[in-house]
C-alpha cells in the first residue's frame, strides 16, 4: 500500500474528539470565544460571499447546505432539521462541516457539526442579546427545553451575565432534563409548567422549539415591554414560532435579510417589513436598543458565516492537540497529471 502525502492529509475532527476538545477549553470558554468570533467576522460582512443556505425540503424535514468564503477560507456545513426524529429517538438536528483554503481549494478541516452548531447558534444568540437587551438583564425565559436548551443557557450566562433561567417545554421530561443537565453549572433554574409562568420577571424570552408548522409559542399580550426575544426555532419557510401581532410591534434584527425573509418569524410579514442587519448594530453603524419599553427581535435562522467563525476556531485550536485525526481524503499524486498512474502502481 502506498504511503499518503503530507498534502492528502485533512484533519477531522471526530464527535468524540469535538467533546474532548470542549472540555479541554471549557463549554462556557469555547462559546464565548465562539462568540469573539462571529462578532469578528460579522464585523468585517462585506468581505464575504453571501447566498441563503440551499434547501431541500421533503414533507418530514429539510437538509441543507450552507457555504461562504471570506476570500482567504471557504466553508460549509451539510445540516439537517428533521422535528419528527425526536419521536424516532434521532437529533432534529445532525451537521458536519469543511473548511478550505481559497488559494488550492484544498480542504484543511472537515469535523462534526452537530454539537458545533449547537454550540455556535447558543453563541451566536449571546451576541445578539448582548447587543439588543436591556442593560443589567439577569433573568432568561428558554421555552422549547431540547437538545439546543443547555447551550443556549450557558451563552447567555458566560456572555451576558444572565443568572437565572425560567425553562418551559410542551414536555415536562424536556424540562426536567435540562435543568438536570445544568444542575451544578452556576445558575439559577426555575421548572415551569405554562409558558406563561417560565417569561414571569424574565427580561429575556428564547424560544427554541421544533415543529414543521407555524406556531404560536408566545402571543401577543404574554410579551411585555422592554423584553428581548430571541426566536431560534423558527427557521424554516412554513415554520415560525411567534404569533404575527409581536413581530409587528418589535424592532426586528436579523442576520442576511435575503435568508431571514424566506426562513424567519418575518415570512409572516410583507416583503419590504423594516429590519435592521444585526452586523451595523456590531459595528456601531446603527443603533440596536433605543429605549428602555421597546421590544427587541433577534429573528435568528442561522447564517454560513457564523458556521464560518466555528470551523476556523476548531480548526485554530486543535493545532499541536490530540484532538483530531489525520484522514487520507485528498488524491494527491506526485506528478499531478497522473492520477491514472497512482490509481495503476497501488495495485
Ligand atoms: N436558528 C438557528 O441557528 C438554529 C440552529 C439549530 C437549530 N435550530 C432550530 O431550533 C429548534 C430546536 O432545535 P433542537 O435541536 O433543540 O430540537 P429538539 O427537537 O431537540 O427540541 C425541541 C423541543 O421543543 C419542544 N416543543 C415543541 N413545540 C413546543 C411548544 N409549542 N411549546 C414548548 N415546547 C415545544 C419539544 O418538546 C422539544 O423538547 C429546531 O426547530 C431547529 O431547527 C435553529
Redesign the pocket.
Known sequence: MLKASSRALVPFVSVDNMMRLVHHIGVETFIADLARNITEDFAKWDQFDKTPRVGSHSDVGVIELMPTSDGVLYGFKY?N?H?K??GEGL???TAFGVLSDVYSGYPRLLTEMTLL??L??AA??AVATKHLAAPGASTMAM???????EFQCLAVKAVCGISHVRL????PA?TAKCARNLEGLGLQVTQCTT?EEAIEGAQVIT?????KDM???LTDNMVGAGVHINA?????PG?T?LHRDIVARSSIFVEYPPQTRIEGEIQQMPADHPVTELWQVITGQTQGRKSAAEVTLFD????AI?DFSALRYVHDRIKDTPYYVDLDLIADPDDPRDLFGMLKRAR
Open positions: 445540516v432539521g422535528p426524529n425526536m437529533q432534529t438536528v452548531t449547537a455556535r447558534t451566536m444568540t421555552i422549547g427545553n431540547g437538545a439546543q436548551s418551559y417545554d410542551l414536555d424536556a409558558p424560544t427554541a422549539t421544533a415543529d406556531q404560536t409559542i431560534i426555532g423558527g427557521d424554516c415554520k414560532e435568528g435562522v442561522g447564517f457564523e
